[in-house]
T-cell receptor
Framework: AQSVTQPDIHITVSEGASLELRCNYSYGATPYLFWYVQSPGQGLQLLLKYFSGDTLVQGIKGFEAEFKRSQSSFNLRKPSVHWSDAAEYFC???????????FGAGTRLFVKA | DTGVSQDPRHKITKRGQNVTFRCDPI?????LYWYRQTLGQGPEFLTY????????KSRLLSDRFSAERPKGSFSTLEIQRTEQGDSAMYLC????????????????FGPGTRLLVL
């Protein structure tokens, strides 16, 4: 069955430090992968997506993610975190023909001054 | 492009009451999805429409839940005889499909309706 695992429930980084959020997926075919961000009480905003091609994808707000098929991973990175990046981040995979997106449980990012 | 909107943003109700939520998708989007998100979890798929047709329902969607999209535009999600376990954030998303495999679509989410059942 398709699944997404985000191993870190929460992460704390200092403002200006680099960030990497981990995501591992289980999917039988070529996955279609997404990262969304959710601020408290808000809906989800799409950060970036991977469908095919270049395994390093660029997103909004300075985020990027790298698809590694051999590791079944799609980790999200940012070189320098800003306080406004504090939020919950969800990795997701398009599944079941694509229309059912399956989400991980999320990683909450805390940013300290 | 005004994005996906949902109404109300918050709803408090007593157990046993019925509630209805509305979702207005991005105007040209032909697919509309409902998800439920409980605290500390990612969204879970409930159901989706392509135009006005409801094409799939999750086993999470009990008989007390019904969704409609009568004219292929906005959608409503009704919960009858609410239970405390229905307390959650209900998220709506929409997408546009065209040629090619459907799993290349990208879903855009609304702000959600937070339901609290007392």
């Amino acid at each position: 069955a398709q699944s997404v695992t985000q191993p870190d429930i929460h992460i704390t980084v200092s403002e200006g430090a680099s960030l990497e959020l981990r995501c591992n997926y289980s999917y039988g075919a070529t996955p279609y992968l997404f990262w969304y961000v959710q601020s408290p009480g808000q809906g989800l905003q799409l950060l970036l997506k991977y469908f095919s091609g270049d395994t390093l994808v660029q997103g909004i707000k300075g985020f990027e993610a790298e698809f590694k098929r051999s590791q079944s991973s799609f980790n999200l990175r940012k070189p320098s975190v800003h306080w406004s990046d504090a939020a919950e981040y969800f990795c997701a995979v398009g599944a079941g023909g694509g229309f059912k997106t399956i989400f991980g449980a999320g990683t909450r990012l805390f940013v300290k001054a | 492009d005004t994005g996906v909107s949902q109404d109300p943003r918050h709803k408090i109700t007593k157990r046993g009451q019925n509630v209805t939520f509305r979702c207005d998708p991005i105007s040209e989007h032909n697919r509309l999805y409902w998800y439920r998100q409980t605290l500390g979890q990612g969204p879970e798929f409930l159901t989706y429409f392509q135009n006005e047709a409801q094409l799939e329902k999750s086993r999470l969607l009990s008989d007390r839940f019904s969704a409609e999209r009568p004219k292929g535009s906005f959608s409503t999600l009704e919960i009858q005889r609410t239970e405390q376990g229905d307390s959650a954030m209900y998220l709506c998303a929409s997408s546009l499909t065209g040629g090619g495999p459907s799993y290349k679509e990208t879903q855009y989410f609304g702000p959600g309706t937070r339901l609290l059942v007392l």
